[in-house]
């Protein structure tokens, strides 16, 4: 599928049956999480540009890469994005955090925004977009479409697991836009949770129902 990434490596999908074992505790499922994140970040800033600069070694002078300049932002959809951003500012201790409240109406499963705050410049950094769950796609879809709103231009999801649904949602309404998950799972039920799923990760992250 176009801009789909599916980032099978064996120490994401080991820690993903973690995740989905009902018997992992809320630390456990929080510090995954959080692994998982830094993991997923690896290979989604693969493409950033590098310049050469000049340094010395303790044996001698080189020209070496070094990252050029790039500015990055990471938007979390509250409130279980928030269990990926310390995975990703562990590995990239510069970039900026946006928040984003968004909740899905039981009814309609339709997202409604409750909260905004970005950084000033949000328009002119590479913006990644996190949530764990890509399930019906109409959250991710929304928070994609605000942060046009605002400018931004280079904007990346990333969430651990996608339902075909959600990923269908994005590629048709965003399909500018890289996807990053771990796996992609069956379908969605009739509530809209992903199946097999792990239940709802936002209450995992943080011990509520």
Do not use: W
């Amino acid at each position: 599928m176009a801009n789909l990434h599916v980032l099978d490596h064996p120490l994401l999908l080991h820690k993903l049956t973690l995740l989905r074992d009902k018997h992992t505790s809320v630390k456990e499922f929080r510090e995954i999480v959080s692994e998982m994140a830094t993991l997923m970040c690896y290979e989604a800033t693969r493409n950033l540009s590098v310049e050469q600069v000049a340094i010395e070694t303790p044996l001698a002078p080189m020209m070496a890469p070094r990252i050029a300049g790039k500015k990055m932002a990471v938007v979390p959809i509250l409130r279980a994005g928030l269990g990926m951003v310390d995975g990703i500012v562990d590995l990239i201790p510069s970039v900026k955090v946006g928040h984003l409240g968004l909740y899905r109406d039981p009814e309609t499963l339709e997202p409604v925004e409750y909260y905004c705050k970005m950084p000033r410049d949000i328009a002119e950094r590479d913006v990644i977009v996190l949530d764990p769950m890509l399930a019906t796609g109409g959250s991710a879809a929304a928070a994609l479409r605000m942060l046009k709103g605002y400018g931004c231009r280079h904007l990346k999801l990333m969430c651990i697991l996608a339902a075909p649904e959600g990923i269908a949602c994005i590629q048709k309404e965003h399909p500018d836009v890289e996807i990053y998950t771990a796996t992609v799972d069956e379908r969605l039920n009739d509530h809209g949770y992903i199946l097999p799923g792990l239940g709802d990760a936002g209450d995992r992250i943080f011990g509520t129902k």
